[in-house]
């Protein structure tokens, strides 16, 4: 195992081995990388827990977190071989997400960090998904379309986790309209990969969904979920149990297909050689094949994360914190963790004039 490295300034990228925590949501996860080796990864789904209520209930899930937290970062150590000693910072996510769910992995990683008099690295949760993708030897620049429950941008990644957005969402979410959609046709949470398994059965081309999006290069899913809901009401109930699969199938293709659409032609008009996925819609199998399909066609390479790379996990955690820094110990005891982006900037502690977060 490397040996531990002093950074001794906010500015510094760490290096080594760092143990990474996120719990911005609904899987309690810990990790232990080193560089873009993943050298274990443990995800604890909440999943069941909150199907009974149909969606993730934010304080049912922070509990969740505290009870599992210490487990699963054990876990991730005992698998991947390391002791204390190995470990040469700490990572966490500071945001976007549920707030009291992040409040419990920031609690975790600063007494982790503090007890060992460690250096902690504060992650953005999006560029932990962009940098999913640094597991798979992806180079800058690249266009990734980031898809999951929350966001749906498309990212030019010019180095690191460095990024400028080229289109984002109007409205929903991709994974929301999966979400939705799913909710819609009586399936179970979480939907986007219930509907995604369901799809499989059926005719993509049975229902004509609307698949124009907004104009330009954003997204726009709500009028597409709205389209659902109204072909849903003119059908009666036998009948919908009937076509489930092609009405799923034809709802993702409707989705998937913008998806694609724009990806490929902000792809092209930036002049970037490669495209990235990342975020739990990233999961799904037909994006994945259209994906793959047009980018062949186009000549663009394309980086497909293994499923467990794109839902949230903390091996991307710490594959994005090698590339931001690390507060020394111990200067972050009074970090706060954000709900949103917008609130991300004036939450970091100050260090100096060149403290601020690069991305
Ligand atoms: O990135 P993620 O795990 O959590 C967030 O940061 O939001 O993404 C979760 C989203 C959910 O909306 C879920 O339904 C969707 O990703 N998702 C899928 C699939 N697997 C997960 N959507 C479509 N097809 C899938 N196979
Ligand atoms: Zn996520």
Known sequence: MSA???????????????????????????AVVAGREVRSSVVSSQNELHAQFGGVVPEVASRRHTELVNDVVAEAMSSAGVTWADISAVATTQGPGLIGALLVGMA??????????????????????????????????????VASGGHTLLAVV????????????MDDAAGEAFDKGARLLG??????????????????????????????????????????????REMDEDDIVARRADIAASYQAAIVRQLADKT??????????????????????ALRRELAERCAAAGLRLSLPPFALCTDNAAMIGLAAGFLPALP???YLGLDAYASDAEARPQRPRRGPNASPRA
Not at 19 to 24: D, K
Not at 123 to 139: D, F, K, R, S
Not at 198 to 217: E, Q, S
Request: glycine share 10%; hydrophobic share 45%; net charge neutral.
């Open 158 to 169: 010019e180095e690191g986790v460095r990024y400028r957005v080229a289109a984002r969402t």
């Open 264 to 285: 490929l032609s902000v792809a092209l008009a930036e002049g970037v050689p490669s495209v990235a996925v990342a975020g739990g819609v990233a999961a799904n199998s």
């Open 4 to 30: 531990r490295l002093f950074l001794d300034g906010v500015d510094d990228e760490a290096n080594g081995v760092f143990l990474c925590i996120e719990t911005s949501c609904d899987d309690t996860s810990a």
């Open 108 to 145: 975790a990683a600063k007494a982790i960090a503090y007890r060992r008099r460690l250096p902690l690295i504060p992650v953005n949760h999006l560029q932990g998904h962009i940098a999913a993708n640094y597991a798979l030897g992806v180079e800058p620049p690249f266009l990734c379309l």
């Open 187 to 232: 399936l179970g949470y979480p939907g986007g990969k219930e509907l995604d398994r369901l799809a499989a059965r059926g005719d993509a081309a049975a229902i004509g969904f609307p698949r124009a999006a907004a104009k330009g290069r954003d997204f726009s899913f709500s009028g597409l979920k709205t389209a659902l809901l109204y072909h849903l």
């Open 329 to 331: 110990w111990p200067d």
